[in-house]
């Protein structure tokens, strides 16, 4: 639940934000001249491009969820709380490469399985590799619907 509300306190800044600068892009465009509405065109693009960015953000985090809670309600969830830690809290590194090497394991047994895609890429994720975990995930919601 924290995380869903830092997300939507993230989303109400970067609105005000794009709302501002959408502003200005205006005021720049009604100054005319050659390079004001060149500046003001170019700055306008920059709020969209978020727009853009933002609500795919978000549909992939509601699909993600979604995904989450199947798993959650069959018991299937990744838990990594039995591995130990480093004194900054993060899983260590060689059980975090043992972890994420059974669940590379079960992808390569069950390629067109969406639960062991989102293992996966929780494994990669605790893995520290943030890239691959997102392949990971687009292939478990490509899957899992």
Do not use: C
């Amino acid at each position: 639940m924290r995380a869903l509300w830092t997300a939507i306190a993230l989303t109400a800044a970067l609105v005000v934000y794009f709302v501002l600068l959408a502003d200005r892009a205006v005021l720049l465009i009604q100054a005319g001249g050659v390079v004001g509405v060149g500046l003001g065109v170019a700055v306008l693009a920059l709020p969209l491009i978020g727009v853009w960015y933002v609500v795919v953000q978000w549909q992939n985090g509601i699909k993600i969820d979604r995904l989450a809670r199947r798993l959650a309600a069959e018991g299937g969830l990744p838990d990594t709380s039995g591995l130990p830690r480093r004194p900054s809290g993060r899983v260590d590194r060689d059980a975090a490469d043992e972890w994420f090497a059974q669940r590379r394991v079960e992808v390569e047994q069950s390629p067109e399985d969406w639960k062991a895609w989102f293992r996966l890429a929780h494994a990669y994720d605790v893995a520290g590799d943030r890239g691959r975990a997102r392949e990971a995930m687009r292939k478990a919601i490509e899957l899992g619907g």
